[in-house]
């Protein structure tokens, strides 16, 4: 008897009958824990390694006498000028001068990029009167409107504030207004299967999905507050960072304004760090994928 039916197509009892062959589908090679060790211990001290080498460089840049200390002081001449500012209280005094005019800029200019953002996402009369006037202001830089805000608001805090606040408007704005328009239909679709009403869906299925593109606007706007304190605080400052800068500026202490810098940079870096942890807390669910 052939095996074959006489279309050619092998009977399906045949089939069963035939040795089942397993296919191992696992890696071809796995790698070993010392590799994956020294993976990890590699990444570790090349983030250190890196910015140390720049460190000696300068250092050794400035004792052989390349560069005069007048326009790059060495870094132990930096450290010596944290070591004043403190000694001197300046820094402490300054430090929360500085980061509530940041956070009262980013929480007012939050608030209304968020509640824009969710208008004109969720209601279409809100995406025709805010989106386009917002969309076009958004491409001014705001460093352009300083003198504008000076005439306004003159050069006390309240022009520092609001300089703050309408830079940190458009970030948040924008994510905000494309993670709700954003949200998939089929989700959208299902809530309607399950009967969920307007508020429930916007409640359970809008506001979670675009969490994260939300927070990513804040992120944003967190860094832009940072940015534009460093320029609002040049607006004839009497206190915090950029009093101490415009000091120093005036004193040609350039030791003491790289020092006002990294300030910046460290308020900078500690932003990112704690905007991070935020997302990581409220949103446990995002994967965090890399490719090597």
Known sequence: MSAFDSSGVKPDAELFDQPLVLV???????RSPWHEGWDLWRG????????????ILWQMVSVFGIVPPQILPSPTDILAAFAELIRLGD?????????????????????????????AGLWRIGEEIFDAPLQMLRTIPFIALVPLFITWFGIDETAKIIV??????????????????????????AATVFGLSRQETVRYVILPTALPSILVGLRFSAGTSLLALVVAEQINARSGIGYILNNANANQRADIIIA???VYA??????????????????????NIVLS
């Open 260 to 262: 006002g810098i990294i």
């Open 44 to 55: 570790r001290l090349l983030r250190v390694a890196s910015p140390a080498l720049i460190i």
């Open 164 to 189: 703050i606040t309408v830079a940190t408007i458009f970030p948040i704005y924008l994510n905000t207004y494309a993670g709700v328009r954003g949200v998939d239909p089929k989700l959208l679709e």
């Open 24 to 30: 191992d589908l696992s890696a071809r090679s796995k």
């Open 91 to 119: 820094l402490q005094e300054a430090l929360p001068t500085s980061l509530s005019r940041s956070l009262t800029g980013l929480a007012i200019g939050g608030t209304i990029g968020l509640g824009l953002g969710l208008f």
């Open 266 to 287: 460290a308020l900078g870096i500690t932003n990112d760090v704690v905007m991070r942890l935020i997302e990581r807390l409220a949103l446990p669910w995002r994967p």
